[in-house]
């Protein structure tokens, strides 16, 4: 069974900076896909950053320059390096995953930044 766990979120100022972490219950060769994706109170849930089996990334336009997406597959686990962190970002972020046709969530890690 595909388990997400994501980890790293916080309270921070603006400006500042939090990686997450999502760390999976299998290999992360297995996924097609995997990505981050944002969801603030009010709003629908958003890609913010994905990362192919190949390696090729994708950004939100709103957190391009600022945030990085990357894996390391020994460890099973994704990240989602955030800098230079603003206001707009303050949101539940959601860890996912593709495999096959099937879509696997982490629970959510809060991350608030203040002004």
């Known amino acids: 069974q595909v388990q997400l766990v994501e980890t790293g979120g916080g309270l921070v100022q603006a400006g500042g900076s939090l990686r997450l972490s999502c760390r999976s219950s299998?290999?992360?060769?297995?996924?097609?896909?995997m990505g981050w994706y944002r969801q603030a109170p009010g709003n629908k849930r958003e890609l913010v950053a994905s990362?192919?089996?190949?390696?090729?990334?994708n950004y939100a336009d709103s957190v391009t320059g600022r945030f990085t997406i990357s894996r390391d597959d020994a460890a099973n686990t994704m990240y989602l390096q955030m800098n230079s962190l603003e206001p707009e970002d303050t949101a539940v972020y959601y860890c996912?995953?593709?495999?096959?046709?099937?879509?696997?969530w982490g629970q959510g890690t809060q991350v608030t930044v203040s002004s």
């Open positions: 299998i290999k992360l060769f297995s996924f097609n896909a």
């Open positions: 996912n995953a593709v495999l096959v046709f099937h879509d696997y």
């Open positions: 990362v192919m089996s190949g390696g090729n990334t």
